[in-house]
Structures are given as structure tokens and as C-alpha cells.
């Protein structure tokens, strides 16, 4: 910006303070425009209809553009469409882009630097300064006139005398807190807790993550399971009312029993639209839960051939002590206790004093005009140190009421940590009741699915040769479907609840030491 134009001429004697006007001009340039509204442009003109605020279109552009943004990054997860994915390389895959991990991420580094901020207050504080001005004043004098006696004076008149001073100077700053009783270092403790809460949250989210991959798996298969047997099931319905299309050919069936069997024949192909409409948002949920766009195309291979588990590793008490000892939120909920007791010593410490340096050291120029004079003045270095001991002595009842609260937040964070500690347990008891006995119930599974699947064949047979009744074999086609839903449950339920255990124990995606996760903003 070119300010040549500014009329100094008027101003002969202000020549010296050029600068000054500039920085006035350039902040009258700077207001902005318009910047007070009327309060009725702010707000909607009436409550019966809705509104377009100004600046609207701005935000949908925005919105617009981080879509295209989000499409972009999408993109960059390569899955092949013409792959079937098994469940770690899904797992892989969510874990390097799924949002949530981003964000824990980032919550993790900004505890870091919390860190340093917290550690920065053992350093000295440097600070330069450099200012200029310029001051017109005035002081007022008498005339006086002595008489008639030797000691009369009495005022006849007076004048001013106009002086002007023009002040430059530069200045560097130090402040160093020596000593203060142990505050930094409680802070700085407390940061470190919260950076561990934090990255462990990180692990924490990483293992959610995979609990809801897994469950999104096994829901997948689980319908798309479901949809063979609905299929089975039509086929079986189209295989009835064949039969008793016939015995009604023959003479052997009566016309509502051939409506019958057609009915159930159209029951199981709307039964069969339903489940490939179940297998589609299966589908869906399965791809969201990876973080990526629910439009991909993603083919993953059949958990139905995977071995079923069939005992425990370790006994529940065994499992709960080491849920104790590693879950990942009881450690956060430690480490907030730890930062608790932090804060607790840091409101202790603002009763004592704090010991501190100062000191300074710039150059200082004044020039001054008298009564229109020519300036006159100089240029002196200058400097000064000193020590400072500050001890508050009344405020108020502040610290006292920072110390109680800071002592409240320790007992509410290790009541939170008892109470999570109970809370833990129960869920390892759930999960491991819940996992030993959908193993039981794999048993009575397979049994109930082979003799459902033998009354069906000989219910079928009978109705065939005249020796059965229509009522008999599609009770029986029933049953089948039904027990082979009961066995696909049953078989999803134990890996579930198989992945619910290890995620409540803490051993879901457990950190290695010798393994460490690259990640990059």
C-alpha cells in the first residue's frame, strides 16, 4: 500500500511523526464495513416460516467442497472390487481410515502438547518491546508584580509555555520464576496424566473399532446366510405346492389345499425379498463401520467354513484379573486419578510464595521542543534487575475454594474408578456367560437342524404318496427354516460373543511393544 499521498505539508512541525499517522490511516482502512447490523437482519422475520439467513450460501459451498474433500480421501483406501476381503484385512482397513482414529489421534498429540506448554513455565520469559509517541503539554505561569512593600507580590497576568516531546525506545524483558513449592511440577504431572489417558483412549478407540468390524462381519454373514436359507426355503415351498398341485391333478387334494400351498409359496418369497433387503443393510453397516464411503463395492469371503472356538483359554477368574490390571479405560480412569491428586498438590502449593528474577535492558531516546525551540535531547542506554518474592496474602477465599474443588475432582475420580472397576467385572461375567453358552448351544443346534431336516424329508415323502397331510409338511418346512436361522445365530452369536470377551478383558488389538502403528495427519 502506497500512503505518499497523505498531506504532511499542513503539518510542518509533524514531519518526525509520519509513522504514527500511518498506523492511524491504516486502522481506519481496516474497519470494516457494515460491521453493525440492525438485530431484525440477524434474526428470522417471523416464527411461521423458515428462514435463509445471510451468508448461507457460503456454508453449503463450504459443505459442498468437504464433500468432495471426503470423496477424495475415500479414494484413497484402494479396495478391489473384484477381492474378497477376510476379517484382518478389514480390520486393516478401518484402522488406517476410519475417522474415529484420526480424531483420537489428534486428541493424543494435542495432550502432548499440553506437555510442553505445561513444561514451558520452567523457562525464563523473554519478551521484547519497542514503542514511540509524541506529546504536546502546556504549563500555565503568572505574571507578578511586587509593592507596594517590599514583601507585597500580587498576579498581574500570565501566559503558557508549550513544550514538545517525541520518546523512542527498545526494550528487552526477562521474567523467571524460581522457585514456587512444587506448582509447576504438579501441573506438568497432571499434563503427563492426561497425555496417558489420552493414548490410551487412542488404544481404547482402536479396539472399539475392531469390536464393531468384527460384529459388522459376522452380522454380514449372519444375513447373508439367512438368504441361502430363504432361498432353500422358497425352493422347498415351490417343492410342496408341486406335490400338491399334483395330488390336486389327481384328485387326491383338495382346491384350498393347493391355495394354501400356493400362499405359502408367495410367504417365502416375500420372506426371501425381506432377507436380501436385511443382506443389503448389512452390507451397508458393514462398510460404514470401516470408515470409508457405504456406496463402495466390497466383497468379503464366507465365515461359515471358520472353526468354531470349543473351550475357554484361561478360567473367569483369570480373565478378570487381567481385565483389571489392562483395560484400557481403567487405565485413563488411573491416570485421571493421578492428575486429580496433581491438581490437588498444585492448589496446595498457590498458599506458598513464589521467588522470581526480573530484569531489562533496551536503549531510550527523548527529544523535547520549548516554546517552538529546536529539539533537543539524547539517547542513554538503559537497564535494571531485581528479585521478586510474591506471597498472596488475601484473595478472596480463592485458593481455598480451588483447593476444595480440586480435592472433590480426586474423590470423584477414584469413586469413578471403583465404580468402573465393578462395572468391568460384570461385563467380563456377562461376556464369558454369554460365550460359554452359545458353545452349549451349538450342540443343540446341529442336533435340532438334522431332525428338523429328517421330519421335513419324511414329512415330504409321506404327503407325496397320500400317507401325510399338507398340514404335517409345511409345519415341517417351518421347523427347517427355523432351525437352520437357530444355527446361523448360534454360529454368529459365539464369534460375537467370543470378540465381546477379549474387548472386555482388554486383549481386543492389544498393543505390542516391539509394534508400533505409523499414522500421518
Known amino acids: 500500500m502506497q500512503m505518499g499521498f497523505i498531506p504532511?505539508?499542513?503539518?510542518?512541525?509533524?514531519?518526525?511523526?509520519?509513522?504514527?499517522?500511518?498506523?492511524?490511516?491504516?486502522?481506519?482502512?481496516?474497519?470494516?464495513a457494515g460491521s453493525i447490523a440492525s438485530e431484525n437482519d440477524l434474526t428470522p422475520p417471523s416464527p411461521d416460516k423458515p428462514w435463509s439467513p445471510p451468508g448461507l450460501n457460503d456454508y453449503e459451498k463450504e459443505l459442498a467442497r468437504q464433500n468432495d474433500a471426503d470423496k477424495h480421501n475415500a479414494a484413497l483406501v484402494q479396495i478391489d472390487p473384484n477381492k474378497e476381503y477376510d476379517l484382518p484385512e478389514l480390520i486393516d482397513i478401518a484402522e488406517r481410515s476410519h475417522p474415529d482414529t484420526r480424531a483420537a489421534w489428534e486428541r493424543a498429540r494435542q495432550a502432548a502438547g499440553a506437555v510442553g506448554l505445561s513444561q514451558s513455565a520452567y523457562y525464563p520469559y523473554l519478551a521484547?518491546?519497542?514503542?514511540?509517541?509524541?506529546?504536546r503539554a502546556f504549563i500555565p505561569f503568572p505574571t507578578l508584580q511586587t509593592g507596594p512593600g517590599p514583601s507585597d507580590v500580587s498576579v498581574t497576568g500570565g501566559g503558557n509555555l508549550t513544550t514538545e516531546a517525541v520518546a523512542e525506545g527498545a526494550a528487552l524483558n526477562m521474567k523467571w520464576l524460581l522457585f514456587d513449592f512444587g506448582e509447576r511440577k504438579a501441573t506438568v504431572t497432571a499434563a503427563k496424566e492426561k497425555l496417558m489417558a489420552?493414548?490410551?483412549?487412542?488404544?481404547?478407540?482402536?479396539?472399539?473399532?475392531?469390536?464393531?468390524?468384527?460384529?459388522?462381519f459376522y452380522d454380514f454373514d449372519t444375513a447373508r446366510q439367512q438368504v441361502i436359507v430363504a432361498e432353500s426355503s422358497l425352493n422347498a415351498a415351490k417343492t410342496i405346492a408341486g406335490a400338491a398341485q399334483a395330488r390336486f391333478d389327481h384328485g387326491l387334494a383338495t382346491k384350498p389345499e393347493l391355495l394354501q400351498a400356493?400362499?405359502?409359496?408367495?410367504?417365502?418369497?416375500?420372506?426371501?425379498?425381506?432377507?436380501?433387503?436385511?443382506?443389503?443393510?448389512?452390507?451397508?453397516?458393514?462398510?460404514?463401520?470401516?470408515?470409508?464411503?457405504?456406496?463402495?463395492?466390497?466383497?468379503?469371503?464366507?465365515a461359515s467354513e471358520k472353526p468354531v472356538p470349543d473351550n475357554f483359554e484361561d478360567s473367569l477368574e483369570a480373565m478378570i484379573e487381567r481385565a483389571l490390571s489392562q483395560r484400557p479405560d481403567l487405565v485413563a480412569k488411573l491416570a485421571g486419578v493421578r492428575a486429580a491428586e496433581a491438581e490437588v498438590k498444585g492448589a496446595r502449593a498457590e498458599y506458598y510464595p513464589k521467588v522470581s528474577v526480573a530484569g531489562n535492558v533496551g536503549i531510550s531516546q527523548l527529544d523535547v521542543s520549548i516554546k517552538d525551540s529546536p529539539y533537543f535531547g539524547g539517547n542513554q542506554p538503559v537497564y535494571g534487575i531485581g528479585m521478586a518474592i510474591d506471597l498472596p496474602i488475601f484473595d478472596g477465599f480463592a485458593r481455598r475454594k480451588k483447593l476444595h474443588i480440586a480435592e472433590s475432582e480426586l474423590e470423584a475420580a477414584q469413586s469413578d474408578l471403583a465404580g468402573s472397576r465393578d462395572t468391568v467385572v460384570r461385563e467380563v461375567w456377562k461376556d464369558y456367560t454369554d460365550f460359554k453358552t452359545a458353545l452349549h448351544k451349538q450342540d443343540s443346534a446341529n442336533m435340532l437342524l438334522s431332525a428338523s431336516q429328517s421330519a421335513f424329508d419324511a414329512s415330504?415323502?409321506?404327503?407325496?404318496?397320500?400317507?401325510?397331510?399338507?398340514?404335517?409338511?409345511?409345519?415341517?418346512?417351518?421347523?427347517?427354516?427355523?432351525?437352520?436361522?437357530?444355527?446361523?445365530?448360534?454360529?454368529?452369536?459365539?464369534?460375537?460373543?467370543?470378540?465381546?470377551?477379549?474387548?472386555?478383558?482388554?486383549?481386543?488389538?492389544?498393543?505390542?511393544?516391539?509394534?508400533?502403528?505409523?499414522?500421518?495427519?
Not at 23 to 31: D, E, P, Y
Not at 271 to 297: H, K, R
Open 8 to 32: 504532511f505539508r499542513i503539518f510542518p512541525k509533524a514531519k518526525r511523526f509520519q509513522p504514527l499517522v500511518y498506523l492511524f490511516v491504516i486502522a481506519l482502512l481496516n474497519f470494516p
Open 128 to 135: 521484547a518491546s519497542a514503542a514511540a509517541g509524541y506529546e
Open 198 to 216: 489420552a493414548n490410551i483412549s487412542f488404544n481404547a478407540v482402536h479396539q472399539q473399532i475392531v469390536f464393531g468390524v468384527t460384529k459388522s
Open 262 to 302: 400356493n400362499q405359502q409359496f408367495a410367504q417365502a418369497s416375500f420372506d426371501l425379498e425381506t432377507a436380501q433387503g436385511q443382506l443389503s443393510d448389512a452390507q451397508v453397516a458393514l462398510v460404514e463401520s470401516l470408515g470409508i464411503l457405504p456406496t463402495t463395492e466390497l466383497h468379503v469371503v464366507a
Open 460 to 521: 415330504l415323502d409321506a404327503y407325496r404318496h397320500g400317507l401325510g397331510t399338507y398340514v404335517d409338511v409345511v409345519n415341517a418346512q417351518r421347523n427347517l427354516t427355523a432351525a437352520h436361522g437357530v444355527m446361523i445365530n448360534t454360529r454368529s452369536a459365539i464369534f460375537t460373543f467370543q470378540t465381546a470377551l477379549a474387548l472386555s478383558i482388554g486383549d481386543l488389538d492389544k498393543p505390542s511393544s516391539r509394534i508400533t502403528r505409523n499414522y500421518q495427519p
